[in-house]
């Protein structure tokens, strides 16, 4: 049993720097959003323009998630030896450069730049990710999963704006002679590089350091070893599995509607829907972990994939609002699987060791959605995209054994 007087007089010193630091993080996850939205909604049909196939538009979704797992990598030991503000913000940087490559390729008709351009551009991805775990650094015990949530939700703002700016943003790039599918990336350029901006301004105190200067020796909420060696795998194994399901789905969803006469606005409306449904129940998941525990959410988020899957699968081809329906369904499952997950690893590991951690955790997650990816595309142009869709929605259920072995004393 944890002992939570001690707790409640190291929460004052940092009371005030934690609600500065959230403000802070929403304000640049608003901007990353929009960012990251961009490579989901027009990615894979930019790499299905370029190359004539849709097997190997799933690549592209492929080598974006390989390019944020060594971000994820490189943000995580930036900030365990420097903090949270330079790993983040080195981060964002980097895609607003791969958001640039991507427009340059598609300019110079270049799938080699492309795919290098869109290895670079991950790691804004993996960037808006991380930033979930500089939400707790500070946070109470009690509230770890709530701040992580808090961070979550401010993706939505932009995530949602992003995908319905496709259209817009496709009409200005040919105005500048960019090739339309390539406009919505020069909004991702902006908006990592304004979210790093902000970061490098104004995320002081640095969260990390803060914490670890905060925290005694002796931690009262620190883990039990038994919880510290199973949270870890277990935590890693809810993530791995809902981000290599929501992928695999999402990253064929729009390639799938555009072979069948839908076109950007219909994906870009039925994209935002699902960004929506990643982020915006982040309050009520937080609420829910905080106070149930992993297991239940953990098996929320199986049974929302499944739906999701059997959903997409079975969605007659014309139907966009059954899209909309599965790919919420699909936003909604990863959301409780990341959400899980995280509190999980967040409380099995301590200041100390926790950024580097965090880093390689997230690895996996994007060696996940590499996965996803690249598998994808091979799917869905060998079986068909209901093959795909169903087969991951089954896939989804192994997260209920996963969390299973998280330890009992949480």
């Known amino acids: 049993m944890r002992n939570v007087v001690p707790a409640r007089t190291a929460d004052p010193p940092r009371l005030q720097p934690q609600r500065r630091v959230l403000i802070v993080l929403v304000a640049a996850q608003v901007l990353s959003g929009a960012g990251l939205a961009a490579g989901v909604t027009v990615g894979a049909l930019l790499a299905q323009d370029m190359l004539g196939s849709t097997s190997l538009a799933g690549l592209l979704g492929a080598l974006s998630t390989v390019g944020s797992a060594l971000a994820a990598v490189a943000v995580g030991r930036i900030s365990d030896a420097r903090g949270r503000r330079p790993g983040l913000a080195a981060g964002y940087l980097a895609g607003a450069v791969g958001s640039v490559g991507v427009i340059a390729a598609a ?31 500070l946070a109470a015990p009690a509230h770890r999963a709530r701040a992580v949530s808090t961070v979550l939700v401010a993706t939505t703002l932009g995530g949602v704006a992003g995908p319905n700016l496709a259209a817009p943003t496709g009409d200005l790039a040919l105005t500048l002679g960019v090739p339309y599918l390539a406009g919505p990336f020069l909004l991702a350029g902006a908006a990592y590089a304004t979210a790093a901006l902000i970061l490098v301004v104004w995320l002081r105190p640095d969260p990390l350091l803060l914490s670890r200067a905060t925290t005694p020796q002796a931690e009262p909420d620190r883990p039990h070893p038994q919880a510290r060696r199973s949270g870890v795998p277990a935590g890693t194994l809810v993530m791995v599995f809902a981000q290599l399901v929501m992928v695999a789905i999402m990253t064929m969803t729009p390639v799938h509607m555009h072979g069948h006469g839908h076109g950007a606005a219909a994906s870009g409306l039925v994209i935002a829907i699902h960004i929506g449904a990643m982020y915006l129940p982040s309050p009520v998941t937080g609420w829910l972990v905080d106070r149930y525990g992993p297991r239940l959410a953990a098996t929320a988020s199986a049974l929302a994939l499944l739906a999701a899957g059997v959903v997409a699968a079975t969605a007659p081809a014309e139907s966009v609002v059954l899209y909309a329906v599965a790919l919420a369904l699909l936003g909604l499952g990863w959301n409780l699987g990341l959400v899980t997950g995280t509190a999980i690893i967040n409380e099995s590991v301590s200041p100390a060791t926790r950024a580097r951690t965090q880093g390689l955790v997230d690895v996996a997650v994007a060696v996940a959605g590499a996965t996803g990816g690249m598998a994808s595309g091979l799917v869905a142009a060998t079986a068909g995209y209901p093959i795909l869709a169903l087969g991951g929605g089954v896939l989804a259920l192994a997260i209920v054994p996963a969390v299973i072995t998280t330890a009992r004393g949480r």
């Not at 991950?122 to 500089?134: I, M, Q, S, V």
């Open 107 to 137: 300019v110079a008709g270049d799938p080699v730049l492309l795919f290098a351009a869109m290895f670079v551009y991950g790691a804004g991805t993996a960037t808006n990710l991380l930033a979930r775990y500089a939400g707790a650094d």
